[in-house]
């Protein structure tokens, strides 16, 4: 372990990556699977019972279970021990993110209020802000909030209105304007709201409730997670201490930034969790419903529903613990006095703001592509509020809209790596110099792999590896300074680079698995690893011709349009063989089989 | 007042068990092992004592090495240290050799209460908790709902259901209690729990550290044997009463009653 290479933000897509490199669920302490334990069966014995009375909206309802989760220490694995928290790695608290995935709205209360309504405060707050606010929101005694949007900012965050003036007598701030779509807004306690200090400089504030001037206004009617709150908070001539600046005057885009960063890749998690919810709950009826006198699970449409939202989800589950691992390793390094410095753990953690983005994005969709097929699993149930899967599926909605949507993380995904790359933190461009040179000697067909489990698969993945660093070669090229308004193409760039990531992370776990247990045990893992980077490589090679279709033409394209198809050239497999067999140890186990 | 906690690890009730091809064992692959739940009430009335009268939790699990997992588990829950018994030799050992090991291991120690689950939820024998009482020589109270033990901690007063009538039974300490469901709502194990039992002692002892021969115990020590082990038979589907009317149908019902099921 102690041999554990560190890498930078976006390194994985220039260089190979060793399965010892990467956490994997199966590395979990006694500690890790304890907290997982207690997570899981706090959301099943406290609030399964109520999922539908959650729904109401009942704030007393809310706080309780609040109270409940603090009191086991489920709110504080972030926050530091002398502040009341654990202080605990980001792997325990990538595991209470996941096993509250499949808490409804609560899950939405829960995200909130330890994300964004209380992390500021972590990372950026000073010792007094800290002993003041953090022991409440350890324990749930209050709620946090988050208030950064407003109506005319929503991705364009920066542009705030709201406003930020110091009082005569130098103690307050007085600050007007409204904040939108405010979750926990109707029973939180603390907000960390962002305003501009004489209409000019960004900054964060520590807002209570009852301090004068704050209040908020009408509950929106959602589509989804019902039992959240989510209000506009409203600040008229709000009468904020001075001592409550979070951070720096004119640094609040640091704090918005850094906790995006970190609620990306938290979301993540949580979909994780909601994922390994559908798989239980879809086949759980799939095999109890009868058609044409067998159960449906019997037949092969429904058998490859169920591997494809069990496939993805491993992908999912293997990408969120190992970027996890990434922070912890990342984290380690610190210094004692930089471990308690807030800022500087911050910024450890935007080390990694591509793959977070990656995070997002990869954990919200797989979500949404799960909920789809449970509701279809379950026919006209499906479609009925009577079962669960009706409330899964517009609950899921909302994730591939906040925290960045996932237009905007798709975005950032290049986008942060160009950016990286132009202050010389990662060697994109030499890699990407290098793969055209490559291109000219390799030969797929004279590849010779090894006789080992996923060689090919292995091959593949770093095959992939070059091509996105050949199509976004040939795109930053073309484009130099104005390559951010190609937004078609760098969203194609983007999949092409969350799909690396995906099947990179499933591979690596696997191999691991491999090396420690066996090909045997490592099954239906490889099966996995197979039937996704099967499905995925022909749409790689299909964004990637997409990608040099628009930037080149004439012979160039041509020139262009061979690499691609030697790079991704990739014999399919049987993979509904595959599928199958993944499909009947779901069938047999009625739970996630991973 | 110090209390001991036998602990046995089970599978999981909602996993779902597979009889192996000797008929005469499960298949453990797919098996995830938790705490006998009755145990856990037995953890749970001890820490509430000890939170009352104070002194020590000591929690005695024997197994493999993944019994330390529940073991960890009970000291994260708030007991104090763990010890565990392990011996390749016990692999295969029946109740009776059970609970001669875990005597042994309980004799070293100062103590005034014993819980264990009243069974375990794997083979339903109930034997263990008795025959260890048996082998201390000290008093057994099984399947009990209530403890109460009394102000000076020299006696305590149990409650057994009874055909739906309560026993109350009184006795003096030390004794062994078989805890029953119904006695308490276990609590979780915390997060700030979890890390603490980290640093709490956990031992390990094998038989030959508890002065017992290996030849009493495992496959050949058993003065029980497992003769065959059957899945419960399918169960049948149901049949929907058909009729017109309520008349129709209460008639129809009751001539299966009596012809098919020949219950009336």
Known sequence: MADKKIFAGGEFLITDVAPDDVFTPEDFTDEHKMIYETGSDFVEKEIAPVIDKLEEKDPDLVLELLGKAGELGLLGTDIQEENGGLGLDKVSTTIVAEVMGPAGSFSVVYSAHTGIGTLPIVYFGNEEQKAKYLPKLASGEWCGAYCLTESGSGSDALNARTKAVLSEDGKYYI??????????????????????????????????????????????????????????VVLEDAKIPVENVLF??????????????????????????GCK?????????????????????????????????????YMSESMMYRLAGMFDDKLALLD???????????????????????????????????????????GGYGFCAEYPAERYYRDSRINRIWEGTNEINRMLVPGTMMKRAMQGRLNLLQAAQAVAGDLMTYSPLSVELPDTPLALQEHIIKMSKKLALMVAGVTAQKFGANLAREQEVLAKIADIVIEIFAMESGLLRTLKIISKDGEEKAKYQIAAVKVYVDEMIPRIESWAKQIVSYVEEGDMLRTQLAGVKKLARYQPIDAVTLKREIADRIIDLESYPF | MNIIVCLKQVPDTETQIKVASDSKSIVTDDVKWVMNPYDEFGVEEALRLKEKFGGEVTVVGLGPKRVTESIRTALAMGADKGILISDDALEGSDSLAVAKALAAAIKELEYDLIFTGQRGVDDDLGIVGAACAELLGIPQMSIIVKVEVAEDGKTVKVTRPV???????????????????????????????????????????????????????????????????????????GKIVEGETPQEKAAELAKLLHDEAKVI
């Not at chain 1, 709950?281 to 494809?308: C, H, W």
């Open chain 2, 163 to 237: 055909e739906g009538e309560n026993l109350v039974i009184e006795s003096s300490l030390p004794a062994l209690i078989t805890t029953q469901k119904g006695l308490n709502e276990p609590r979780y194990a915390s997060l700030p729990g979890i890390m603490k039992a980290k640093k709490k002692p956990l031992e390990e002892k094998t038989l030959s550290d508890l002065g017992l021969d290996a030849a009493g115990f495992g496959e050949g020590g058993r003065k029980m044997k497992i003769v065959e082990l059957t899945p419960p038979p399918a169960r049948a589907a």
């Open chain 1, 277 to 313: 919810g559908c798989v239980a709950e879809a086949v759980k009826y799939a095999n109890g419903r009868t058609q044409f006198k067998v159960p449906i699970s019997s037949f092969g449409m429904i058998k490859t529903k169920l591997t494809d939202m069990a496939v993805r989800t």
């Open chain 1, 175 to 232: 600050l007007n304007g409204e904040k939108m779509f405010i979750t926990n807004a109707g029973w939180a306690s603390s907000f960390i709201v962002y305003a501009k200090v004489d209409g000019e400089d960004f900054t964060g504030f520590i807002v209570e409730k009852d301090f004068p001037g704050v209040s908020t206004g009408k509950e929106e009617t959602k589509m989804g997670v019902h039992g959240s709150s989510t209000r506009p």
């Open chain 1, 336 to 378: 004692a006095e930089a471990k308690k410095s807030g800022a500087e753990n911050a910024k450890a953690i935007e080390e990694y703001a591509a793959e977070c983005s990656i995070s997002k994005v990869y954990g919200s969709e797989t979500l949404d592509f799960c909920v789809d097929e449970y509701v279809q699993i379950l």
């Open chain 1, 248 to 273: 720096e005057i004119g640094k609040g885009h640091k704090i918005a930034f850094n906790i995006l960063n970190i609620g990306r890749w938290k979301l993540g998690a949580s979909c994780v969790g």
